[in-house]
């Protein structure tokens, strides 16, 4: 809800998107919780991913702004995938 969804994006089920902006060719996997974020093109979140719900776990991971943005990256997801995996 209150999103905003470029050309070639794709949200699987059970998603849900709220207050963000994403870019063209992005992928939301299932269960993928995102608020108040901006997707960078061509990122593909994982299945299950929260992000904007918790601000210390945001801001490990990503880029985040005094208002509360999260800024959304393929790298910044492939840098979080191999610490924790």
Request: proline share 4%; charged share 25%.
């Amino acid at each position: 809800s209150n999103s905003l969804l470029f050309t070639g994006c794709r949200t699987h089920s059970f998603a849900n998107l709220e207050y963000v902006v994403a870019l063209p060719d992005v992928i939301v996997n299932r269960k993928a919780e995102l608020k108040n974020c901006v997707v960078d093109r061509g990122v593909i979140i994982p299945e299950g991913l929260v992000v904007g719900q918790d601000p210390l776990e945001d801001s490990k991971w990503f880029r985040r702004t005094d208002a509360v943005v999260v800024l959304v990256t393929q790298d910044m997801l492939y840098a979080r995938a191999r610490k924790l995996g």
